[in-house]
């Protein structure tokens, strides 16, 4: 009797004792887990009423695109090439949000490869264009004669050829294949990261070409601001190596005078839309250069840095950073300048660990950049991830290019993921999204936020997002001010908007 006694309290105390357990074991993983999301991009937003409203509408269809696919892997489309679902993307009611959302700045951009290929193909109508066919290679070159360039084939008007053929909307479709990556055909994308670099370079060889023409050049840039500027983006950072522009009477310009030039379109534009912010301007040279190169351009840059103070940010190398020089080889020329003119350099765009490239973010962070362009393989170095997050050094990711140019292919295992996480001082961009056929921004974002950061990142995220693009832009602090004021005002009816339209 009393053994059974006994054993009745002993089940009570021991039952209590589990749910007791089970209690602050909930407690401390509940506590764990909002710990996580505190952490990361955008925990520490506090959302409006109205704000937590929208994020519902908007949290709902982002779980819905996403968990259908945990029963079908082989569906989700983040899992496969960019170029696979780039044209879908418009369907999913997330992206159509994020095309409406104000986005503040774009901080990672080169110049000639911001506009699309179908604006591209409407300003080769234009007169005095020729063109040299070889294979599968274009160049365009604007001259009153027949250029005395040289050209394996011969140099024939475009308007002359388009014009001999049958199908002039089938002859467009071809010429727009020189302008950009993006194509259907699986056999067109390559498998490793140098022949995808090969055909990349061979379009921006092809587009340079074409856009040296000043008039041109005045005319795509303004259009590139256009398409920015209707994908919601107020200001842009711009990289630009230092082209000499020419005129058809011959005249060939200093390498000041494209400088001036995007001074000059960009006030127009801004003429035009004045909720426009502006450009700045970071000079860039190619990494295949030399050192002598090097003190060239950046004596250029010095007098452009006094002579627009407010178009000029820095300066940074481009180029495949596995096969071209690493930022060691110009120590001499940039730690000559360091301190006097700020850094934008890219760094760890590989895949490489350990090798020269994968080193040069220790360069890069030593000669205090101020952000990072990349830094994919940031990932693999704590110490180097500790003193990005200590001094604030933001690090621009670009998530498609990364696809396209073969770092990564199924998205979710982007290292942006960690980064996101860790609550690291990220901004998002798109590095050339004429050479992909992406949305300058908007494609970036949809893909970063649905395939990449946490199920749970919320509009907490993409509201921290677009402040860090104009927190680390190279804005003084006045502007930034002022940008985030004029932000949060368009953000607001972002907010309604997304209330009205998507309940
Ligand atoms: C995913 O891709 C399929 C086609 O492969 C498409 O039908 C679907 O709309 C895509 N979903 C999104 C959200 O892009
Ligand atoms: C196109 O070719 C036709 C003859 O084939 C000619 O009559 C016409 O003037 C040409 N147009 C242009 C714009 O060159
Ligand atoms: C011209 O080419 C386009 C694109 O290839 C095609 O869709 C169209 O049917 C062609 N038109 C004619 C008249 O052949
Ligand atoms: C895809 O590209 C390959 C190689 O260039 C070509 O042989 C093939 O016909 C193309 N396929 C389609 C459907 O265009
Ligand atoms: C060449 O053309 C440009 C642009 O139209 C003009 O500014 C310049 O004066 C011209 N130079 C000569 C030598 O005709
Ligand atoms: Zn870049």
Excluded at 80 to 97: A, L, N
Excluded at 425 to 435: C, H, R, Y
Aim: charged content about 25%; aromatic content about 12%.
């Amino acid at each position: 009797m009393y053994s059974i006694v006994i054993q009745y309290v002993l089940f009570m105390l021991c039952a209590q004792n589990i749910a007791r357990n089970i209690q602050n074991y909930n407690i401390e993983r509940a506590k764990l887990l909002e710990e996580e999301l505190t952490i990361q991009v955008g925990g520490n937003i506090k959302l409006s009423d109205e704000e937590n409203v929208a994020n519902d509408i908007l949290m709902q269809y982002k779980q819905r695109e996403l968990d259908e696919f945990i029963q079908n892997p082989k569906y989700f489309n983040f899992s496969r090439h960019y170029f696979t679902y780039k044209d879908d993307i418009e369907k999913s009611e997330v992206y159509q949000i994020i095309k409406r959302m104000p986005k503040g700045a774009a901080l990672h951009v080169h110049s000639s490869l911001m506009l699309s290929a179908e604006r591209l193909v409407a300003l080769t109508y234009e007169d005095h264009l020729y063109a040299c066919f070889v294979d599968d290679d274009l160049k365009l070159h604007f001259s009153v004669t027949v250029p005395q360039r040289p050209c394996s084939s011969k140099w024939q008007l475009l308007a002359d050829v388009r014009n001999s053929t049958e199908n002039i909307t089938a002859f467009d479709q071809n010429l727009k294949k020189h302008f950009t990556l993006y194509s259907r055909n699986e056999s067109d994308w390559k498998n490793d990261i140098n022949s995808n670099w090969k055909r990349f370079n061979k379009v921006c060889h092809t587009i340079k070409g074409f856009i040296a023409y000043r008039p041109i050049r005045e005319r795509f840039f303004y259009e590139a601001l256009k398409e920015f500027y209707n994908d919601k983006i107020m200001y842009i950072e711009v990289r630009s190596s230092l082209p000499n522009l020419y005129e058809l009477n011959g005249t060939v310009h200093d390498l000041t005078h494209m400088p001036r030039i995007y001074n000059k379109v960009a006030k127009q534009f801004k003429k035009e839309h004045p909720d426009f912010i502006g450009i700045k301007l970071i000079v860039t040279m190619h990494r295949a250069k030399n050192v002598a190169k090097m003190f060239e351009i950046i004596e250029v840059a010095k007098q452009l840095n006094t002579e627009f103070p407010d178009l000029f940010a820095g300066f940074d190398l481009v180029g495949q950073e596995d096969l071209g020089k690493p930022l060691m080889d110009f120590l001499p020329a940039l730690a000559e300048v360091e301190g006097e003119m700020n850094f934008y350099f890219h760094g760890g765009e590989t895949n490489w660990y350990g090798m020269a490239t994968d080193e040069n973010l220790l360069d890069a962070i030593l000669l205090g950049t101020k952000r990072i362009g990349h830094g994919y393989a940031l990932i693999k170095h704590p110490s180097l991830l500790a003193l990005v997050k200590s001094r604030d050094i933001a690090i621009e990711v670009n998530v498609i290019s990364n696809i396209v140019l073969s770092l990564v292919s199924d998205v979710r295992n982007h290292p942006l993921a960690s980064y996101l996480a860790l609550g690291m001082p990220v901004v998002l961009s798109s590095d050339d999204p004429g050479a992909w056929g992406a949305d300058p921004l908007s494609h970036d974002f949809y893909i970063a936020f649905v395939g990449i950061a946490s199920r749970r990142a919320d509009l907490r995220m993409l509201k921290q997002l677009v402040i860090n693009s104009i927190k680390y832009s190279a804005l003084n602090a006045d502007d930034k001010t002022k940008f985030i004021t004029e932000l949060l005002r368009e953000w607001d009816i972002f907010i309604k908007d997304i209330i009205t339209n998507f309940k």
